[in-house]
C-alpha cells in the first residue's frame, strides 16, 4: 500500500485504496470486525461514513475499539437519520445532533476529516455559507472535533467555488474517465444517464479540469468517489462509453489526476479488498487506461496530456507527465505560483535538458505535442 500526505492536514496519511461504508452495510458486528482485519492487514487506514444509518455507526465503532489512531475517519455534516431513514439536512439543530451522535457511536472524540455532505447546486452552497451551517462547521474545526473541514460534491462549478473560500481542505469528488467528459450539472443522475453520452464528446469538461488544477495548486486534497461509475465503468453493457475498464485501470486513472489522494472503494468482502490491494503487484498493461481511451471513436482525448506515462523513458530523463501537469497549472493561473514553482524546481530534469528526440511523441497515444509543451515550460519556468 502506498499513501499520499493531506497537504492542509498536518502530518495526516491516507491509504491510495480507501472504503466507503457501503460495504459493510446490513453485515453482522463479526463481519465489520474481520472486513476491519482485512482493511489493516492490507495497509488501508481511510474511510468514508457518509451513512448516518445507527446501526453501521455502532458496528463500526465496535470494529475499530481501541485502534483509532490506526485509522483517518471521514465522517459527513449534514448526514442525518429522521424516522428511520437517511436525512440530508442543512437544519442547525439536526445537523448537530447527528454530528454528536456519530462521535458517540464511533465511541472517538473527533473525526479526522468532516465533510460537508453532498452539495452539489450553487444556491445550496450559497445557503449553506450564509447561515448558522457553516459557523457551526469552522467551530467544530476550532474546538479540534475535527481535524479538517471538507465537502463532497459531484458538481465542478460547486465545488470549485467552495474550494475557493479558502475553508475546504479536502474534496470529495466523483471522478472517473467517462465522468469527466460530463458538463457541470446540478443532477448527479446526468452522470449516469446513456442519453447524455449519446453524441460523443471531445476531451474533458474544462470545468473539471479546472477544478483538478485549482486543488493540486491550493494543496487541497480530492478523495475519489464513484472510481468505478457504480459499477458501469466494468461493464461494456452499462458504461458510458461502450468498453469495459478493468478495476486496476479505474484506480489508476483517478490516481494520476492532479491533486487527487485517495479512491473510495464500495468493497463488500474480504476478497473485493485483496483485489483492489492486488492493484500494486499488477503489471504495467493490466493498469494502462491510455489503451482503452486513445481507441474509442465517439469519444476523443486527442492532443491533451492524460497523465498516463506512456512518453517514458525520456531520453534526458525528464518525467514528462510531471512538467505537463505543472505547465497547466500555470497555464490555468497565468503566472507561475509559488508552490508551482517549488515542485517543479525539485524534479530530477526539467524542460529545458529536452533533446527534441521526438521519441516520446511517437509513445504518446494521444497525439500530445510534447517537444512544443517542453518549449513551453522552459519559457515559463526559466529552465
Not at 176 to 184: C, K, V
Request: a negative charge; one cysteine or more; aromatic letters at 10%.
Amino acid at each position: 500500500m502506498k499513501y499520499r500526505h493531506l497537504k492542509r492536514c498536518g502530518n495526516i496519511k491516507v491509504s491510495e485504496i480507501a472504503l466507503g461504508c457501503e460495504g459493510f452495510l446490513g453485515k453482522s458486528p463479526a463481519e465489520y470486525r474481520s472486513m476491519t482485519d482485512k482493511a489493516f492487514e492490507l495497509g488501508i487506514n481511510f474511510i468514508d461514513m457518509y451513512t448516518s444509518d445507527p446501526s453501521f455507526r455502532d458496528n463500526f465503532g465496535a470494529a475499530i475499539k481501541g485502534r483509532r489512531d490506526k485509522i483517518v475517519l471521514q465522517g459527513h455534516i449534514g448526514s442525518a437519520w429522521e424516522n428511520g431513514q437517511y436525512l440530508r439536512t442543512r437544519d442547525a439543530e439536526k445537523t448537530k445532533k447527528a454530528f454528536d451522535d456519530q462521535l458517540k457511536r464511533l465511541g472517538t472524540d473527533y473525526l479526522d476529516i468532516g465533510m460537508i455532505h453532498y452539495v452539489d447546486s450553487e444556491s445550496d452552497l450559497d445557503k449553506i455559507l450564509s447561515g448558522e451551517f457553516i459557523k457551526y462547521c469552522v467551530a467544530l474545526k476550532e474546538k479540534g472535533y475535527i481535524r479538517a473541514l471538507g465537502m463532497s460534491s459531484h458538481n465542478p462549478k460547486a465545488a470549485k467555488k467552495a474550494i475557493e473560500t479558502g475553508l475546504i481542505d479536502v474534496l470529495m469528488f466523483s471522478v472517473n474517465a467517462a465522468y469527466d467528459m460530463q458538463p457541470p450539472s446540478e443532477n448527479v443522475d446526468d452522470l449516469f444517464e446513456p442519453e447524455n453520452y449519446k453524441n460523443g464528446f471531445a476531451n474533458p469538461d474544462p470545468n473539471r479540469v479546472a477544478l483538478y488544477e485549482c486543488c493540486e495548486r491550493e494543496g487541497i486534497a480530492i478523495d475519489v468517489m464513484k472510481t468505478f461509475g457504480g459499477g458501469d465503468m466494468l461493464s461494456a453493457e452499462l458504461s458510458p462509453f461502450g468498453v469495459a475498464f478493468n478495476e486496476y485501470q479505474c484506480i489508476e486513472y483517478c490516481l494520476t489526476r492532479p491533486a487527487v489522494v485517495s479512491v473510495m472503494a464500495g468493497c463488500h468482502s474480504e476478497r473485493e479488498m485483496e483485489k483492489l490491494a492486488g492493484y500494486y503487484s499488477a503489471s504495467r498493461e493490466e493498469r494502462d487506461y491510455s489503451g482503452v481511451l486513445s481507441g474509442m471513436k465517439k469519444f476523443k482525448f486527442h492532443g491533451n496530456c492524460m497523465y498516463c506515462g506512456h512518453c517514458a523513458p525520456c531520453t534526458a530523463g525528464i518525467n514528462i507527465a510531471d512538467v505537463n501537469k505543472y505547465l497547466n497549472l500555470s497555464l490555468a493561473q497565468n503566472t507561475v505560483p509559488e508552490t508551482v514553482a517549488d515542485h517543479y524546481r525539485l524534479l530530477e530534469h526539467h524542460a529545458g535538458e529536452c533533446v527534441e528526440c521526438g521519441r516520446c511523441e511517437q509513445n504518446c497515444p494521444f497525439g500530445v505535442e510534447i517537444i512544443n509543451k517542453m518549449k513551453e515550460a522552459k519559457n515559463i519556468f526559466g529552465y
